[in-house]
């Protein structure tokens, strides 16, 4: 039977993400709109970003949170021209988007002392490999697999190397053992279900330290330039970054990390992630047509979560579609190059009130297309 009650918010892309329950655009400052980002009031809500990022993710002493341009990608991307080439370069990576650093580190930096660690879609690559003097780049989560790392006691306390995660759909949703990483990335638009535009990139005091006594062999755009004169550029890590962001970009961040803090902080927003997830766990344990990309629960993300369906590809895209012209479900298909799937976003910004009325159409939708 054709179910009643639909998700008061169907929004469940892996991002854009949705939007904190309870936004409205209305409400953000736009005090700094039309103003230069480099006034003391725009200077002052970018720091803000900064510091409320840094309070509210308990970063350790030393860390440093800088505002950069491209998104994710950009942070990632800066990340590694900066800094690698030093040492060899252990990359692990399970789907696409840790797919595209190998490309980065072998076709692009073209750099040849690299190995390259890499799983299929469902499963995580063998960590033991990485060694501690080498630098390694991994993704904490996943996002087109619906794959994380279970934790991160693999990495070496007295590692020489640097470990670089690309951290954009778990920030705000996993429990991450900051001692363990030197740089971290991450944009708005994931867990905060903030707008995409800028990165976020974390640096540990080693990063630091390794930008300003090592200088790469290759030029470097203005864009992806840290140091001057082999100095860290503070003013990118005190809101004055490299070039203009949007600030209005930045108000609907400070309102989603303002949201963050009144829920109960970060630990809410992990535990209610999870409890999203869990709703998703029973619903494949119930349901025999139904299971989870990932091979096993240790390592299945609890924010992108990537579910495989006894079904063709073209039966999938009609449930899809059945669930996007009933106005319950936008956005669930896996991600271009994953296994065809559905893929459900269990971060914070869901509320788990609409995952539980989304479940009876789900299976609505595979009855009608199955059957
Ligand atoms: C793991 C991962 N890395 C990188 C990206 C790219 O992020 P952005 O578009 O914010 O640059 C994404 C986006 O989905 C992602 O999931």
């Not at 990390?257 to 869990?278: D, F, P, V």
């Not at 271009?336 to 799937?341: E, H, R």
């Not at 971060?347 to 595979?366: Q, S």
Request: net charge negative; proline share 5%.
């Amino acid at each position: 039977m054709k179910p009643s009650l639909k998700p008061i918010n169907p929004n469940f892309s892996s991002g854009p993400c949705t939007k904190r329950p309870g936004y409205n655009i209305s409400a953000l400052n736009l005090d700094s709109l039309g103003r230069s980002h480099r006034s003391a009031l725009g200077k002052a809500r970018l720091q803000k970003a900064i510091d409320e990022t840094t309070r509210l993710l308990d970063l350790p002493d030393g860390y440093k949170v800088g505002i950069v341009p491209g998104s994710d990608t950009g942070a990632m991307e800066m990340a590694m021209w900066s800094l690698l080439g030093q040492r060899p370069v252990d990359i692990f990576s399970w789907e696409s988007f840790g797919a595209g650093w190998v490309t980065d580190v072998t076709k692009q930096l073209k750099l040849e002392d690299t190995r390259s660690f890499v799983a299929n879609y469902g499963d995580i690559p063998d960590f033991s490999q990485a060694k501690p003097e080498h630098d390694i780049i991994f993704t904490w989560n996943g996002t087109t697999s619906g794959v994380k790392v279970k934790d991160a006691d693999w990495i070496s306390d007295k590692r020489g190397g640097l470990t670089i995660c690309d951290a954009t759909s778990a920030v705000f949703a996993m429990d991450i053992d900051w001692t363990k990483i030197d740089v971290a990335t991450f944009s708005w638009q994931k867990v905060l279900g903030g707008e995409g535009a800028h990165g976020m990139l974390i640096l540990s005091p080693r990063a630091v330290e390794r930008l300003e006594s090592y200088t790469p062999s290759w030029p470097l755009p203005k864009i992806f330039r840290l140091t001057s004169k082999g100095q860290l550029i503070d003013g990118i890590f005190q809101g004055a970054t490299i070039n203009t962001p949007s600030m209005l970009c930045v108000e609907d961040y400070l309102d989603a990390l303002n949201w963050i803090g009144e829920i109960g902080g970060l630990s809410a927003a992990i535990t209610k992630s999870e409890a999203n997830l869990a709703v998703l766990a029973k619903y494949v344990n119930d349901n025999a047509w139904i299971d989870f990309l990932a091979a096993n629960e240790d390592i299945c993300s609890n924010t992108s979560v990537c579910l495989q369906l006894k079904a063709t590809d073209e039966q999938i895209k009609a449930i899809i579609k059945l669930l996007a012209n009933e106005k319950v479900a936008f956005d669930i298909g896996a991600y271009k190059d994953a296994p065809s799937g559905l893929r459900i976003w269990c971060g914070a910004t869901v509320e788990k009130t609409d995952l539980v009325a989304l479940l009876p159409w789900l299976t609505w939708a595979y009855e009608q297309v199955i059957e």
